[in-house]
């Protein structure tokens, strides 16, 4: 034993070795930029050419691009990905985007309602969901592979031909408020968080635009602007069908039969008005204050917690560093101190061993990485004994220094960090 740290101390220096009071042990805390000490070189795995997972991509007359990946067995998963999300708002009032996600899937040209489509995909063992991002929306169902012509069809109605009748829009609106007021209420703060960091580092542009309906717009919401801005993002060219685990020839026929010649129930595409704002990285701090001490899970009381998120501009996902940054977000890791001691829940990374193991008041400590096509944000979210706060951030931006020092592909971050 002294042998070997003796030989840890001479080639990583004294900050790579850590003492514990008690047992007198000593182990490793090698940098990134150095491999481990006695471990062999891995050998990775190499391609032998009997399974491809190749992505074939076909674009067709229309703009509209399909792409595929086969593998083997009875379900796919096909959908519709849909340049638009929340970022593309900037000309609406912010919200549509979350009231067409609720929207979706609802009574169409071909389908009289929510109901029949349920039941046209349990023939074929299928599931449907729709899903927005900041700059993204997809339509997605999974079924049999023997039902891919029914499937794209359905997907197919239930975006460019969807109803939007009257009782639909009420009834998301009385959706879109409960969630409003779910977000509010739930002990969880990380989507309130996460809206929260957007806003603040991008503020009143792109993707700090509210991902959520503010209340204040939920009866602004109509049919004639849902169909104003599905004529502005909607378009062939801003569209792709993807599916995984379906012959890509098969496909494209689909989409030539159900796509390529459709006119959208809102008229002709106006691709003219698309919004083409690149994320401007403003910083700054958004703070709220909540009273929490009448909501309650059980008798037990919710603990008193302040929450604290800190975010640094990384980069965008066409970039080289987004790697790197994905590598960084998994060791920083993190999470609730209440998972802290089973294994295969990120025991050993940064932030378990630097803050949640160290550090008793800590209640979570959890890194998030986001990426957009034009931006990026690092973050760590914290929460803690509101008498601990000065303390939390001193911490975690610590640890956030500690790795980021020894991740030399990352330039962007550190050049903030420095200044």
């Known amino acids: 034993t002294v042998r070997a740290s003796s030989s840890l101390l001479s080639r990583f220096g004294f900050a790579a070795c850590r003492q514990y009071s008690g047992g007198g042990g000593v182990y490793p805390n090698v940098p990134l930029s150095s491999p481990l000490p006695g471990i062999p070189k891995a050998v990775f795995a190499s391609a032998d050419g009997q399974e491809k997972c190749e992505t074939k991509i076909t674009t067709l007359e229309n703009g509209f691009k399909v792409a595929s990946q086969n593998k083997f067995g009875q379900f796919c998963t096909v959908g519709i990905l849909v340049n638009s999300g929340s ?3 900037v000309k609406y009032p912010s919200g549509i985007s979350h009231f067409l996600e609720k929207l979706a899937f609802s009574s169409t040209a071909q389908f009289g309602s929510k109901d029949e489509i349920l039941l046209t995909l349990e023939k074929h063992g299928g599931i449907c969901d729709c899903q927005t991002s900041r700059d993204t929306t997809m339509y997605a169902v999974s079924a049999e592979v023997k039902g891919l012509n029914t499937v794209v069809s359905l997907l197919a109605d239930a975006v460019l031909q969807p109803r939007l009748l009257d009782e639909e829009i009420e009834m998301t609106r009385m959706a879109v408020r409960f ?21 603040a580092a991008y503020r009143g542009n792109t993707v700090g635009l509210p991902r959520f309906c503010p209340v204040e717009n939920v009866e602004k919401i109509d049919r004639a602007l849902l169909h104003s801005y599905l004529r502005s993002y909607y378009g062939p060219e801003r569209m792709v ?4 685990g379906v012959e890509h020839e098969q496909l494209v026929a689909c989409a030539r039969k159900y796509l390529l010649d459709v006119k959208p129930v809102w008229g002709a595409s106006t691709p003219g008005n698309v919004d083409q704002s690149v994320a401007q990285y403003t910083g700054g701090i958004v703070k709220v204050e909540k009273d929490m001490s009448d909501v309650s899970l059980g008798p037990t009381p919710i603990p008193e917690l302040t929450h604290i998120m800190i975010g640094l501009e990384s980069c965008s996902f066409l970039e080289d560093d987004f790697i790197p940054f994905a590598v960084l977000n998994m060791m920083m890791g993190g999470g609730g101190s209440f998972s802290a001691g089973g294994p295969g829940k990120g025991m050993f990374t940064r ?8 550090h008793h008041w800590m209640y979570n400590a959890t890194s998030y990485h986001h990426s957009y096509e034009d931006s990026g944000l690092l973050c760590i979210h914290a929460s803690a004994d509101p008498r601990q706060v000065s303390f939390v951030l001193m911490t975690n931006v610590d640890v956030l220094l500690m790795s980021l020092s ?13 200044t």
């Open 179 to 199: 969630e409003l007021e779910d977000l509010n209420m739930r002990p969880d703060p990380e989507p309130l968080l996460t809206e929260m960091i957007h806003a």
């Open 87 to 89: 970022r593309h708002e």
């Open 351 to 358: 932030l378990y061993l630097n803050v949640l193991n160290r």
């Open 241 to 244: 069908l993807a599916g995984v």
């Open 406 to 418: 020894c991740a030399s592909p990352i330039s962007k971050v550190m050049s903030q960090l420095m």
